[in-house]
């Protein structure tokens, strides 16, 4: 079935330790985006991706890294983890930059110690 | 500060009546206004979408009433059904970003 895979699924960190989220589409999407979704605070764009070989920063990029080798993957990287970044992680996809309609994997949940 | 607003925080509805969310912008950069849904475990996925030149769009038994000069929008869910029950984003598009500002969600309960 076409769509977005993330792994882990879920994880658990001590603060201070280096982390990647995996993101896999296969819908030969351009662009790519990064969310993180926290209660009263809705989904935050953290960084995206247009195209593969460019990334951008978002709304709350702080801390996080990505990358854009393929099209179909990108990862997020965080070097050195903070409870703060406790939350649950969603990549989604979309045919071009327009945004027009996001395609979504079913998250990752992080919870740093 | 959130550039979209959206109320209620969360909202309980009995099967058969409507849901009414709303939402409100400040920006007029924003050129699209899509709802997202959410099931426990999911991601969220695309449920309507409206553009600023027109006021009303339904599909099925949801309805977005866009009011432009309000700047404000909002999401009806008529005969609401149990399997309704999620959490529901609104969001706006930045044209000069191309990128989606989401609202903090609303959780919807409709109980038989």
């Known amino acids: 079935i076409a769509g977005i895979t993330q792994a882990p699924t879920s994880q658990i960190l001590a603060a201070g330790r280096r982390m990647t989220l995996r993101c896999t589409q296969d819908?030969?999407?351009?662009?790519m985006y990064w969310y993180r979704q926290d209660l009263g605070l809705g989904l935050r764009l953290i960084h995206y991706?247009?195209?593969?070989?460019?990334?951008g920063k978002g709304e709350v990029p702080d801390g996080y890294s990505v990358s854009r080798a393929n099209t179909d993957d990108f990862p997020l990287t965080l070097a050195s983890a903070v409870p703060s970044q406790t939350s649950v992680y969603f990549c989604?996809?979309?045919?071009?930059?327009?945004?027009?309609?996001?395609?979504f994997g079913a998250g990752s949940r992080l919870t740093v110690l | 500060q959130q550039q979209v607003k959206q109320s209620p925080q969360s909202l309980i509805v009995q099967k058969g009546g409507i849901s009414i969310i709303n939402c409100a912008y400040e920006?007029?950069?924003?050129?699209?206004f899509p709802w997202y849904q959410q099931f426990p475990g999911k991601g969220p996925a695309l449920l309507i979408a409206?553009?600023?030149?027109?006021s009303e769009k339904k599909e099925g038994r949801f309805t977005i009433s866009f009011n432009k000069s309000a700047k404000q929008f909002s999401l009806h869910i008529m005969d609401s059904q149990p399997g309704d029950s999620a959490t529901y984003f609104c969001?706006?598009?930045?044209?000069?970003?191309?990128?989606?500002?989401f609202g903090t969600g609303t959780r919807l309960q409709v109980f038989p």
């Open positions: 969001a706006a598009r930045n044209y000069n970003t191309d990128k989606l500002i």
């Open positions: 920006n007029t950069a924003f050129d699209y």
């Open positions: 819908m030969r999407h351009n662009a």
């Open positions: 991706s247009n195209t593969a070989g460019t990334t």
């Open positions: 409206i553009r600023p030149d027109v």
């Open positions: 989604a996809s979309s045919p071009d930059s327009g945004a027009n309609v996001l395609t």
